[in-house]
């Protein structure tokens, strides 16, 4: 009770978790999601501390704070923070994740650790497509980002299917229709630049507003028509031009999502990138030494 009134308390939800909420209802994963999917993944295939902590450098984590640490955390190239691991749950806390290590030394099959092949798919989808001279700008890099989350959502069930390493990428995947839609948009009007695109958005908006202001004509008429079969007359070429409206109104729309878009996708495709040329330089390395 406050000043004779009751008062619900401040739900965590409102506090915390509101930017999750709305992502899970579009059907998305959150990087904690990820986090945690790939935490489970880890344990399932190991029985210590130290193959699990080798386990999830492989899927392209580091330690923000080690487990030397009371509360350890864990970070990914592209994340703005670290994620403390007891924050995912009971079931991560050292004390629980430690307990499920110990419980897979029970299964004889585990004592062979299985760590998770790193691969380069950015890489080698870049040497094939310059290969090929198949496009350029643009059209290419929604074309990597829509092979390198295929990898991720079609029959690659295997452990060894390469995957990107990035995990800020594998959570962008729920966004693979759309991005179809945009890299289709962009093929088949030829648009492989920035200044392209801007030019599209420019026809279009007019195109758009001409085509506004000949129907908005056309609704005054109806308004002070002569008789009503010219009524029905401005009616029905209303609903023309309101066809006509609205592909170029999706296809406006596309275009400045794309526009939104384009520099997130380069970005997530340079963060993959640098992690597999950091994979490859060590893997090379390795060699070397030996």
Request: with cysteine; aromatic share 8%; charged share 35%.
């Amino acid at each position: 009770m406050e000043r004779g009134k009751s008062v619900l308390p401040l739900s965590k939800f409102t506090v915390n978790r509101k930017k999750d909420y709305w992502i899970h209802k579009s059907g998305g994963l959150t990087h904690r999601d990820i986090l945690k999917r790939d935490i489970d993944e880890a344990i399932s295939k190991t029985t210590n501390w130290k193959a699990f902590d080798l386990y999830l450098k492989n899927l392209g984590y580091s330690y923000a704070r080690n487990n030397d640490y009371r509360h350890p955390s864990i970070i990914a190239p592209g994340w703005k923070r670290s994620v403390r691991l007891d924050s995912l749950g009971e079931q991560y806390t050292q004390e629980k994740i430690r307990q499920r290590l110990i419980d897979n030394q029970k299964n004889i099959t585990l004592y062979a650790i299985r760590i998770p092949k790193r691969y380069a798919p950015l890489l080698q989808l870049e040497y094939e497509f310059n290969k090929a001279q198949r496009m350029d700008g643009m059209q290419l890099a929604f074309a990597l980002i829509i092979e390198l989350w295929k990898l991720i959502t079609g029959n690659n069930i295997e452990p060894s299917s390469p995957k990107p390493l990035s995990p800020a990428l594998r959570q962008e995947v729920r966004k693979l229709d759309q991005t179809l839609k945009e890299y289709k948009l962009l093929c088949e009007n030829q648009i492989d630049s920035a200044q392209r695109l801007v030019s599209f958005i420019e026809k279009k908006s007019a195109d758009i507003s001409a085509l506004e202001s000949e129907r908005q004509k056309i609704y005054n008429r109806i308004r002070r028509p002569k008789s009503e079969e010219e009524k029905e007359q401005n009616k029905m070429a209303a609903r023309e031009i309101s066809a006509k409206l609205k592909p170029l109104r999706e296809d406006l729309k596309t275009a400045q999502s794309i526009t939104e878009r384009y520099p997130h996708i380069l970005k997530l495709l340079e963060t993959e990138r640098a992690m597999e040329i950091q994979v490859k330089t060590k893997n090379r390395e390795r060699n070397y030494e030996r």
